[in-house]
């Protein structure tokens, strides 16, 4: 799951949090040296305008609605936009395309239709009717995407590959439904399950195409959140929120690592090109960080002052201890027989924590 792009932070906070600046920087000394690094590195970006920034601000809000339609929480988009669908029944689709995967094959080698009528309810019988999508929400749903394709700013590369992604998954909704109505109206009966074959198929190549889609999505947004985030990170910190700054830099840090490991794992010589040595220092400065961000957990006011969320905050730092932990672990177990399960436990932490993150940071 990326990390949610960072929206505009009310003005009243900026103040109050420049404010409290000379309190917070005793506690910050590790991260000093990584700030001054990023401010001096870039000229271009200490030049940004106020109004180049509010921009950035803006785009990035449209960006992150954008992710909450990939991510399937579609309720954030309808808050903004003021558009209800009740789509809740919308977040089956994926698992529902992925059974038939699993029984078809992703060339549906086996639903063939002497195996369909051997067990029509096993190939059939793909959703429950709790689970049908029907075409008023299909419609709404693509009502909802309109709206927020002509949503301004435009993301003309993001717009238009949220556009494709959303255009597939409406596809795969209702390819879902031609086979729930098939099942459910007895249709397979009096065509000896004939069609079936097709209506499973046509889901199996739907499914392909919106993880296609959904690859592409994922790259443009990724794209755009490189383009901006150091921006957004300098303006954080010459704001003077130094526990905001210091939550995007540390989870920054975690990525590195995660990421660092996760590519090692795939190389043939496995952990032999691992700088350990190195990975245990970036580990020693996010547990500084980590500590440093513990010194304000329960302090609302003072959690407000950093342009942080207070309900989250204290869920979001117990949880460090966890990932910090979890990372020491897998570099202790670099090579025991064990060691892609404590990978995948390390990228399971890190995918929550996110979760937790973009709460937080936003």
Known sequence: ?????????????????????????????????????????????????????????AQAEKANLWLSIFNNQIMDVENKLDIRIYSSNLNYIESKAKKVLDLCGDKNNTCNLQTIQKDPDLYLKIMSSHERIDDKKINNYNTLIEKLIKLQPQLSELDAA??????????????????????????????????????????????????????????????????????????????????????????????????????????????????????????QQIETIANQ??????????????????????????DLPQMINQMKIVLKKLHDKDIYQEIDRLNNDEKYLIKKYNNVIN
């Open 1 to 57: 799951m990326p990390k949610k792009i960072l929206i505009l932070i009310f003005t009243s906070l900026l103040i109050v949090g420049c404010n409290d600046k000379s309190k917070q920087q005793s506690a910050d000394k590790q991260s000093e040296a990584a700030e001054q690094t990023d401010s001096a590195s870039s000229p271009l970006k200490r030049n940004k305008s106020a109004d180049d920034i509010e921009q950035i601000y």
């Open 162 to 283: 949220g556009k494709v992604y959303t255009e597939r998954y409406s596809k795969l909704a209702l390819s879902l439904n031609k086979l729930y109505n098939y099942y459910y109206n007895n249709e397979y009966k009096l065509d000896d399950c004939k069609k079936g074959p097709e209506l499973l198929n046509n889901i199996i190549n739907a499914y392909s195409e919106l993880i296609s889609a959904k690859m592409a999505a994922s790259a443009a947004y990724n794209k755009f959140y490189k383009e901006t985030h150091d921006i957004q990170k300098l303006d954080i910190k010459n704001q003077g929120l130094t526990f905001k700054y210091n939550c995007i830099d540390m989870m920054d840090s975690i990525n590195e690592v995660v990421t660092l490991i996760n590519e090692r794992s795939e190389e043939k010589n496995q952990f032999k090109n691992l700088d350990k040595a190195a990975v245990e220092q970036k580990i």
């Open 293 to 318: 961000l513990m010194t304000i957990k329960g302090k609302d006011e003072e959690i407000k002052k950093q342009a942080l969320n207070d309900i989250y905050y204290d869920r979001f730092v117990d």
